[in-house]
Structure formats: structure tokens, C-alpha cells
């Protein structure tokens, strides 16, 4: 079992800056890979970006290219979301998983979510 707590969310006008964090405990030796996921109100979940554990490379939705970094600290085992140039359409209910089975885009455990909100 892996347990994920996600935190830093808030309000912040557009432009602006947040971080978001994401505590992974329990058996965290299997991660093989972490996301963070995002859905905004009437919409369907959507992929952000990810990290892979052990190489650290990372990969992103086009739409958040340049304006979003994913980077981790393997001894906090803490996976963090840099959102940079935030705009209204950032706003959603935003969400890190990992993926314990290597398989690709198979993420078999979610933290809770913490909303951002980006005001106009």
C-alpha cells in the first residue's frame, strides 16, 4: 500500500505562482512512476504531467509546457508540482497518483486533491 497526501493548493490570480506537494508513505520502494492529475468542475480528469521515480525524467500535457515543472526528493519521497504562469483555465481540483505496476499510464493509487483556484 502506498498512501498519498497532497498539499499547497489555494487561490491565486492569474499569473501568479503555487507549488503543490505530494507525501508518499508506506511501501514506496514500488513506485515506478508519479503524476499529477487535474479536474476542473463538469470536466473529465486529465493528465498533467509525470516523473518517472528512480531516473527522474519527466513528461507533460502540451498545454502546461514551459509554465509547469514536476521535480521529487527520493529521501522525503516527495513529488512536487511547480505551476508557474498561471491561468483562469488552471483551475481545478488537482490530484498525484502513483503507478506501483509499470505499466504506462496505469496509476493504481490517488491522493485526495487540493484545489487551485486561479482568479481572472
Known amino acids: 500500500q502506498v498512501q498519498l497526501v497532497e498539499s499547497g493548493g489555494g487561490l491565486v490570480q492569474a499569473g501568479g505562482s503555487l507549488r503543490l506537494s505530494c507525501a508518499a508513505s508506506g511501501r514506496t520502494f514500488n513506485i515506478y512512476a508519479m503524476a499529477w492529475f487535474r479536474q476542473a468542475p463538469g470536466k473529465e480528469r486529465e493528465f498533467v504531467g509525470g516523473?518517472?521515480?528512480?531516473?527522474?525524467?519527466?513528461y507533460y500535457k502540451n498545454s502546461v509546457k514551459g509554465r509547469f515543472t514536476i521535480s521529487r526528493d527520493n529521501a522525503k519521497n516527495t513529488v512536487y508540482l511547480q505551476m508557474n504562469s498561471l491561468k483562469p483555465e488552471d483551475t481545478a481540483v488537482y490530484y498525484c497518483?502513483?503507478?506501483?505496476?509499470?505499466?504506462?499510464?496505469?496509476?493504481?493509487?490517488w491522493g485526495q486533491g487540493t484545489q487551485v483556484t486561479v482568479s481572472s
Open positions: 497518483a502513483a503507478d506501483t505496476t509499470a505499466s504506462t499510464g496505469t496509476y493504481d493509487y
Open positions: 516523473i518517472h521515480w528512480s531516473g527522474g525524467s519527466t
